[in-house]
């Protein structure tokens, strides 16, 4: 149970989710993309930042990371008072960082954790230190319900590179092995015309194998940061894992094809994230506070 406002609305609420994460300055991925996915599916979305980059479509030209004293008055502030129902973590840029994550939810018990270990932006450029993915691995791996590397993320947490569809699933299989309860392994770098993800969960035998067309596009940049918020929210409206990254697929190929065509600056363009947006409902309460809201399939 999270902590939750108790005035004269305490009756009815939103889906509330928490994105940690870095600001992207150009509006494609980091924060600005969470918080576009989250009201795109009809979620009340909140922020704590973990980075400030000076970034665009063409690349990154500056990292300025927010002090831990900060990232965790900004999560307190929101714990606090209005509380949550999910949560993404994305950039995490420092080992402190980490720690300071790793402890806001083992105080607040916070629900729903959907951990996107951000290591390198679309236009290549790198965005943790090398000395963070111990600790990320260490303090974070154990407290998500679900990690969603992509190829080039879980080729450095493993040390070695991914080259073919056959390899995701025994990699999904050792980064389980590292801590985590369930892993999404994102296959889309790998060439071909169908993009394979694997999602694999401690306790369930076979992995469950994801396909879809590739979509011809340069514009793909915050694809990451977009599909782990769209998992957030699903898991914060009350779906289970696997229906929640599911739906979170559709609604990122939707978005992707929807911006395939259009220019937004000079190099890796942006999804449209709100080419089909859901409106935002309010829940009735079960008491005092919900963690969840109504269970949807």
Known sequence: MTSSSSGPCAGRRYARVLSIAGSDSGGGAGIQA??????ALGCYGMTAITAITAQNTCGVTGIHGIP???????IDAVMQDIGVDAVKIGM????????????????????????????VATSGDRLIAQETVGVLVQELF???EVVTPNLDEAGWLLGRSLQAVEALEPAAQELLALGARAVLLKGGHLPG????DVLCARGILNAQKLQSQRIATSNG??????????IAAHLALGRALPQAVEHARQYILGAIAAGADVTTGHGHGPLNH?????????????GADASAAPAQS
């Open 34 to 39: 969470d918080l576009k996915t989250f009201s």
């Open 68 to 74: 831990p004293e900060m990232l965790k008055a900004q």
């Open 92 to 119: 995490l840029h420092s080992p402190e960082v980490v720690r300071v994550v790793a402890d806001a939810i083992r105080t607040y018990d916070m629900p729903h954790v959907v951990l996107d270990p951000v290591m």
């Open 142 to 144: 154990p407290l998500a």
């Open 193 to 196: 015309d169908w993009v394979v």
């Open 221 to 230: 940049h915050g694809t990451g940061c977009t599909l782990s918020s769209a």
């Open 274 to 286: 709100g080419y089909a947006p859901v409106p935002q409902r309010s829940y009735l309460m079960a």
